[in-house]
């Protein structure tokens, strides 16, 4: 089998791998979701094929998907499966086609998913600027690139609408100090006056707060979340205290994900263990550790996560306008099932 069709060919190597490839672009675009960077990294491997034949070039996306999925230099890969499915199911396995078409299809639909992506963000701050209300209190965390863009186009004045005049409570992470830190500027650079909070505070100033916003990593089969760690009690105290809580997501983080509670997410290639009893130091835990082995543990260990079941969200704010979390699991169902 050729190296660029075999999933374990190279593996201990990032040297022109699909992995490399994928680090490279969200380095090179820091707005670029990790699903829009999976799209991207399979279309440049799609153009630098040498395969000739439709079963060649299926196998080739369905091989480098895999990669990325069981890279353990892949901080969350649950992010990845269902963009991958939608580049390797674009296009026809019809034999009496001709090749070159279908190559060109797929390399096509690819290209036109990774721009409609890129364009949901403004579309979802459009739609969810009118849910802020004038005045009001906002909660976010988890320095969601679509939550920053929908707060800043809710200050803007828009077709002669007045400014809505509404504060920034924003949770900061300790785990993520340079992400929050970033979060905030960028929030100020746009005149909303921000507060920050620690991860603690939570439930002391939830009182103050009229609505939340979050982002999601994955959407799941269920009309839930997975997200940053914290969301889920965000979520809780939010309901506790009767706050409606949105979640702005572009549609293509939808996933087959069927989380059964928070230590079983049901995603192949991840791995999260936040509880580690020991009883040895961090020295002793780490003797006969490769660095390869260090490197990976830090890449999972940087962004932890946590399941929001349906039930704690109001409504998500999508591509296609405000949504139910019963109208999401129909559209998984509707996009994977039938």
Not at 52 to 68: C, G, I, P
Not at 95 to 116: K, M, P, S, V, Y
Not at 318 to 334: F, L, N, P, R, Y
Request: hydrophobic residues 40%; glycine residues 8%.
């Amino acid at each position: 089998m050729p190296a660029d069709l075999n999933p374990s060919a190279n593996s201990g190597s990032l040297s022109n791998s699909i992995v490399t490839t994928y680090h490279r672009l969200l380095a090179d675009d820091p707005e670029l979701t990790m699903p829009v960077a999976t799209i991207e990294a399979l279309i440049e491997a799609l153009g630098a094929s040498s395969a000739t034949t439709v079963f060649e070039t299926m196998k080739l996306v369905e091989a480098q998907s895999d990669r990325l999925w069981h890279s353990p230099l892949v901080a969350n890969p649950m992010a990845l499966p269902s963009s991958a499915g939608i580049a390797s199911g674009s296009g026809s396995r019809n034999e009496d086609q001709q090749f070159e078409g279908i190559r060109q299809h797929l390399l096509r639909n690819a290209r036109l998913f990774a721009t409609r992506a890129k364009d949901a963000r403004e579309k979802i701050a459009s739609e969810g600027r009118y849910l802020i209300p004038d005045k009001s209190v906002v909660l976010t965390h988890g320095g969601s690139r679509v939550v920053g863009t929908l707060l800043g186009r809710a200050v803007e004045r828009v077709n002669g609408d007045p400014r809505r005049r509404f504060k920034v409570i924003y949770v900061m992470s300790e785990s993520r100090q340079a992400e929050s830190d970033k979060a905030v500027a960028d929030l100020r650079s746009k005149g909303i006056c921000v507060a920050t909070i620690p991860e603690g505070g939570v439930a002391h100033i939830m009182s103050k707060v009229d609505l939340v916003f979050v982002g999601a990593e994955v959407i799941t089969a269920q009309g839930g979340i997975i997200s940053r760690l914290g969301t889920y009690q965000i979520a809780k105290l939010a309901k506790i205290d009767g706050k409606p809580f949105y979640v702005a997501a572009e549609q293509h983080k939808l996933g087959q994900t069927f989380p059964m509670d928070q230590f079983a997410f049901n995603c192949r290639g991840f791995e999260q263990d936040l509880l580690d009893f020991s009883k040895a130091t961090d020295s002793d835990n780490l003797k006969g550790t490769t660095e390869d082995d260090k490197r990976a543990k830090e890449v999972r260990s940087a962004n932890p996560l946590d399941y929001t079941p349906p039930s704690l969200i109001t409504n998500f704010i999508c591509d296609h306008g405000v949504k139910s979390t019963v109208a999401m699991e129909h559209q998984v169902i509707d996009m994977f099932v039938s």
